[in-house]
């Protein structure tokens, strides 16, 4: 995470489930890397509600997509890219929406 920040990257993390364990390593993680925590339910059942800048949000996302770097095999960079072109072809308020997940501050 030092070396992250050094290079000015910054890690988000999100929290999957309710696990109360494992928070404080995600909480430090972002922490250490001038990044946010966040946690969603396990399940999903994320609402999604429309605004009036889905349209350009959804564009952010989708030029934000093509700076993702995938950290691992060929098995994971496929699967990076897999998930991207699902967040892409999702309805914009969706899309919009899962843009907080994948931004960058600076």
């Not at 990257?9 to 364990?21: E, H, K, R």
């Not at 605004?51 to 496929?78: F, Q």
Request: glycine share 6%; proline share 3%; with cysteine.
């Amino acid at each position: 995470m030092q070396q992250a920040v050094k290079k000015d990257l910054i890690i988000n993390t999100v929290q999957c489930g309710n696990i109360a364990s494992t928070t404080p390593f995600w909480q430090e993680i972002a922490k250490l890397s001038e990044g946010s925590y966040m946690a969603i339910a396990q399940s999903g059942n994320m609402a999604a509600i429309a605004t009036p800048m889905d349209s350009e949000l959804a564009a952010l996302n989708r030029r934000l997509g093509t700076t993702l770097v995938a950290y691992g095999d060929e098995s994971a960079r496929r699967s990076l890219a897999m998930k991207q072109a699902a967040s892409e072809a999702a309805p914009a308020a969706v899309a919009a929406d899962r843009l907080a997940f994948n931004r960058a501050y600076g």
